[in-house]
């Protein structure tokens, strides 16, 4: 199951519904109900942004705030060497290597052109093509 939701982007052309997987859109709903009890304990200083992840209190969240902020997350989880970008990377070389079409992929990704996708991404099936070469091997031989 997949639900969508709004998303805001940087120019007009990028704007459009962002599908996600439902174990995204729970751990989004659950952070809602989370950010909706510290609004309420905050509330004479709550600013309110309608942001997703705003700062303690209510504001946009600075850069250097939000890589503390996924630093302390990503130890936690036995991560350290992860960047925030590369969360992005993953989920686009695991649809990849999950035989998603290039193009659906590329439109997840809001890449500008497929060739975009399968140049980044193209490694990501490297193991994928070796096996199915490898499967020639059997009959040429």
């Known amino acids: 199951m997949e639900l969508d939701i709004p998303l805001d982007a940087k120019t007009e052309d990028s704007e459009a519904v962002l599908p996600l997987p439902e174990v995204t859109w729970l751990a989004l709903l659950e952070h809602q109900e989370r950010q909706q009890t510290e609004r309420a304990a905050l509330a004479e200083v709550w600013e309110d942004h309608d942001l997703v992840f705003p700062s303690e209190r209510g504001t946009p969240i600075e850069p250097t705030n939000l890589s503390r902020s996924f630093a302390r997350l990503r130890e936690a989880a036995g991560l350290p060497g992860v960047r925030l970008h590369d969360l992005r990377h993953t989920v ?49 031989s």
Request: hydrophobic share 50%.
């Open 92 to 140: 686009v070389s695991l649809l990849m290597e999950l035989g998603v079409p290039p193009h659906v992929v590329q439109a997840i990704a809001r890449h500008a052109d497929v060739k975009i996708t399968l140049k980044i991404y193209a490694h990501a099936n490297l193991d994928a093509m070796r096996q199915a070469l490898g499967k020639l091997d059997g009959r040429l």
